[in-house]
């Protein structure tokens, strides 16, 4: 019998791609996480002022608002928000350079495993990274 651990933190998922967004909350919710989700930059941070999260996770390339627009407006409302910037892109690196460059804890490059992702997720929770 397999038992799921209970939910130990509040993870916003935005991406504007549908597959990966659902396979991110697939994830992360059977790894006992809350997760909450948005379609673009703009979605998640109506998200974010309607509820606290503990870590987000942000795809960097987006309509309507990108995750570069998107980590800044984050962080300049919230500055110890934790951030983690998802990314698979042809330019990936310097997406992802960015997004630390504006405050996100951590980068993963497109296709993220399962293990990366939970692994990456609980070393933000508790402030490795």
């Given at each position: 019998?397999?038992?799921?651990?209970?939910p130990?933190?509040?993870?916003?998922?935005?991406?504007?791609?549908?597959?990966?967004?659902d396979l991110l909350r697939r994830v992360l919710e059977?790894?006992?996480?809350?997760?909450?989700?948005?379609?673009?930059?703009?979605?998640?941070?109506?998200?974010l002022r309607r509820r606290a999260v503990d870590v987000t996770i942000t795809d960097m390339r987006m309509p309507v608002m990108d995750g570069i627009e998107f980590i800044q407006t984050l962080v300049a409302e919230q500055p110890s928000i934790r951030i983690i910037a998802v990314s698979g892109v042809d330019d990936w690196?310097?997406?992802?350079k960015t997004a630390r460059s504006l405050g996100a804890k951590?980068?993963?490059?497109?296709?993220?495993?399962?293990?990366?992702?939970?692994?990456?997720?609980?070393?933000?929770?508790?402030g490795e990274c």
């Open positions: 019998m397999t038992t799921v651990p209970s130990s933190a509040v993870i916003l998922v935005v991406d504007d791609d549908e597959v990966m967004r059977r790894s006992g996480y809350e997760v909450v989700t948005a379609t673009d930059g703009r979605d998640g941070v109506e998200r690196d310097n997406y992802l951590a980068v993963l490059r497109k296709p993220v495993g399962s293990a990366e992702l939970v692994s990456t997720v609980k070393r933000v929770l508790m």
